[in-house]
Structures are given as C-alpha cells and as structure tokens.
C-alpha cells in the first residue's frame, strides 16, 4: 500500500513545465486520493454494511460488523496505515460513541432492529466503529495532507466549546437544545482560524468554519447512505427508508469540530507540529 501510495503521488507531482490546466487536474487528483486513502476505515464499514445481509444466516449481522471492525484495525495497525497513538484517539472516540449511542437509544433517537450477542441497552457495539471512523478520517487526513493550523483557538476556549458542543448532544433529550447559541460561539471563536494542506510542494488554505461545514455534509451523505443499508433507523425510517433530515448536517458538523479539538489538542500535548 505504501508503495502504491508513492508512486501515485509521484505521477501526479507537477513540474514547471506543466500548463496550468494539468497542473489544476493533477492537484485535483492528488487531493481527491489522498482524500481516499484517508477514508480507509470508514469505506471498509460502508462495504461491510452492504455486504454483511447476505451473512445474516451464520451470524447476526452486528456481530458480523464487530469481528470485520476490529480486524481491519489491527491490520491498519500492523501494515503502518495507522501509529499507535491514533489507534488510542480512535478508542477514545469508540468509547465517547458508545456512550453517546446508549444514551440516544434509551431516549427513542433511533434504533438499532436487528438481534446481536454483542448488544447492550439495544446498542451493538461495532455502532462506537462509525464514531472512530470519523476520528480515523481526521487522523489520516492530518498526516497524508499535512495538515497545519493556523490562529487556533485559546486552548481553554477550544477544550471547553468542544465540551459544550458533546454534552448538549447528551442533554437536549431533557433540556433545550442551545446548539443555535453553541454554533454562534463556533463562529466568533473560528471565525480567523484556517487549516493549510499540502498537495506535493505547494500549500493552500482553507477557512476552518468552511471545512467543517463540507466534512459535515459528507458525512451526512453517508449516513443516508448508512440508514438505507440499516445501519440503524431513526423513528421515522421504520415504515420505509427516507432521506436523513437536513438539520443533521449541522449535528454532524459540530461532532467533526469535536473530533478536530481532540485531535488538535492530543497533537498540542504531544508535542508535535500543529
């Protein structure tokens, strides 16, 4: 894979005597593979939710996703695809995930139909996977991108906005939702921060608040694509599959902001280039 991966980039590098449209084409391409590359784990668990039905009658299908999750983590680890230390961030998402689901569960926000072995409170456990998917993607897409910062935020800022944002998804089952004021805090306290990215030997920038929106719709793609496969089902997918409500871009959107705090902060903590 490793291999694979250089000789890709090295095709598509520009020179000084490219024009400037294949130099816009092989930028596009660069970034469109390291995108991909990036999304491992997540497309590992999309092609396993369409293809796990057809076990359904050897093994329950939550079980099923469980085994293959945790199987293409250690192979990502042992074939260098992932460090140790993004193998803890993607168990510290697993297990916020975990407690985010028992607690959505409970209060009826969808459900998870189908029998497991490896189910608690109605949550199977390969369900933490799809949240330490989206931490592996962030992950990935820091080193293959070289992702950098630029204005971040106060640490104190940072820490306690991604707090607030992870606690109002547990607390507005019983208490107003305050995401309208959350997003607004977003705002002023991103509103200078950028991300530069490195595609071969150039670097471009992009507006933090903007990154988090696109990441945040994608991710609102795939779970539609997720709850016509039966990931799981929210109340109003029982009777027939429909497309995710719009509003859950903006709850997606607010996950990755979390996601991004946690790993931008593990970064800080360890010392290295943020």
């Avoid at 260098?80 to 407690?99: A, N, P, R």
């Avoid at 944002?165 to 997003?183: E, H, K, Q, S, W």
């Avoid at 990755?256 to 946690?262: A, C, K, L, R």
């Amino acid at each position: 894979m490793k291999q694979l991966h250089q000789q890709i980039t090295t095709r598509l590098s520009t020179n000084s005597t490219d024009r400037l449209s294949v130099i816009f084409i092989k930028k596009l391409l660069l970034f469109g593979w390291l995108q991909a590359i990036s999304c491992i784990f997540p497309v590992i668990i999309f092609l396993s939710l369409a293809l796990s039905s057809w076990a359904s009658g050897y093994i329950p299908r939550y079980d099923l996703l469980l085994i293959i999750c945790i199987l293409a983590q250690f192979i990502m680890y042992k074939t260098g695809l992932e460090t140790k230390d993004e193998v803890y961030v993607i168990t510290m998402f697993h297990v916020l995930g975990l407690i985010m689901e028992l607690h959505k569960v409970h209060h009826g926000s969808w459900s998870y139909p189908e029998a497991a072995y490896s189910k608690f409170f109605g949550v199977p456990l390969y369900s933490g996977f799809m949240y330490a998917s989206v931490g592996s993607y962030i992950c990935q897409a820091w080193r293959n991108l070289q992702l950098r910062t630029l204005r971040w935020p106060n640490k104190l800022l940072a820490i306690t906005i991604g707090a607030a944002i992870y606690l109002n998804f547990i607390t507005n089952a019983f208490l107003p939702d305050v995401r309208l004021y959350i997003a607004i805090a977003l705002i002023i306290i991103f509103w200078r921060t950028k991300f530069s990215f490195t595609l071969g030997e150039s670097t471009h920038k992009i507006f933090a608040i903007l990154s988090f929106i696109l990441i945040g719709f994608f991710i609102w793609l795939a779970e539609n694509i997720a709850t016509f496969l039966g990931a799981w089902r929210y109340a109003y997918q029982h009777n027939g599959w429909q497309m995710v409500e719009w509003h859950k871009i903006t709850s997606w959107s607010l996950l990755v902001i979390v996601s991004i705090i946690i790993v931008g902060q593990l970064k800080i903590f360890k010392k290295e280039v943020f």
